[in-house]
């Protein structure tokens, strides 16, 4: 969604770069093409304004003018303002003091309730709460039965006793559904209410009656991201119809400007809770206001790709990589497997790749990256044995020509594996050597002659392959994509080198593309 907004905004501090002093016309120019582009993003008026006055008041002090790198500090400053009118640090859900906890969903038709409303209680249960939702949209054609569907997905409960369609009180429905959640031992109730296609005196009469029957902890007004201003002006009649505690922006994964998601926080004045990407229940976290700064800079978002892995990977699996790399334990292509299908678990390559400090200056590049390469890589570790993943090394011609044939790829795909796999593992083993680990170090002997070869005064193996530290032969970025080049850049820390990542062979094949 901030695709266009991040692609001004690096042009922009691209021009600061290499500049040792930074003039009062500078400041100003820059002031300006950034008005422009918050503008051009749909964001408010007097949000843009606010944001400017604040941004060059700060650049023009002495923070500024004494900084060693004065373009890196007027991005920090610009990361530091998108920070604050995101709404700072992020607010998590006010719980009542004695359950039930009511929650209550609040927004036009077609923001996403519904579908938002699934999610929140997946995620609410995830987090070890009992959630319960409440179909009180009686109007909307077909949104018991779609609420139904979503909780059946989330494995959470569904109080809704009437059919919908136009049948059925909704403020009854509500009401009924606190004492059902007491007997039922549910600690938060998410009422779904009914929305119109735009204001009307009807739906704030209705959306305020609900309120005053359950008696909401939170009213959370759901937000179309791709609407622009108009959900903005829709925000601040529900506020002052109804009154709402948080903000919960849908549809962020869209192609629109986003001006609406930098505006409706310092507009309402209420905090941003959550965020929704997908249609997927899954697509759904946090709203940390700090990380979406940072992915609109392009600076990456590695603290959420840290919380994806962690979710991605198990607890069992991990403990049991661990064990292995301490017991100094050869990693096998079975390890790997298993590590590729966790990388599957995060999401599109793409995505996770994009996560990465300076990536987003390659969404082209990234574009082209196909995920259809890790299903070969699967394929062709599952057409082995468990022997031959194991010890790779009894894979021989036969063998080879036998693992092509079953997994429908070529013997030179395999060879490029195996070829690759073996560069990883002696990876894996220096790196094991680099952390002291035991059992990944040669024992040291008594005679001086036996020093290790390669190196002087019997020292440690120098860790292999290109600069950053990865082998030769790993996998390749699509041809043009050199994140070295990055190095000094915009929205990347002093001293910052990224790694030489090579991904060539996750580009998109033309067969791929042809059918």
Known sequence: MFDTLSDRLSGIFGKLRGKGRLTDADIDATAREIRLALLEADVALPVVRSFIANMKERARGAEVSQALNPAQQVIKIVHEELVAVLGGEGRRLQFAKQPPTVIMLAGLQGSGKTTLAGKLAGWLKGQGHQPMLVAADLQRPNAVNQLQVLGGRAGVEVFAPEPGNGVGDPVQVAKASIEHARRAARDIVIVDTAGRLGIDAEMMAQAAAIRDAVDPDEVIFVIDAMVGQDAVRTAEA????????????????????????????????????????????????????????????????????????????????????TAKLMGGEQFTLEDFLDQLIAVRRMGPIANVLAMMPGMGQMKDQLAEVDDKHFDRVTAIIRSMTPGERTNPKIINGSRRARIANGSGVTVMDVNQLLNRFADAQKMMKQMGGMMGLPGSRRKATKSPKNKRKGTKGGGRPRVGGPAGGFPGGMPQLPPGLDPSALQGGQGLPPGFTPPKLDFNKFTKRRDDKDR
């Open 238 to 321: 529900f506020r002052d119809g109804v009154g709402i505690t948080g903000v919960v922006l849908s549809k962020l994964d869209g192609d629109a400007r986003g001006g609406a998601a930098l505006s409706v926080r310092q507009v309402t004045g209420q905090p941003i809770l959550f965020a929704s990407t997908g249609e997927k229940l899954s697509d759904f976290d946090v709203f940390h206001p700090d990380r979406m700064a940072s992915r609109i800079l392009g600076m990456g978002d590695v603290l959420t790709l840290i919380e994806q892995a962690e979710h991605a990977f198990d607890a069992d699996q991990k403990e049991k990589m």
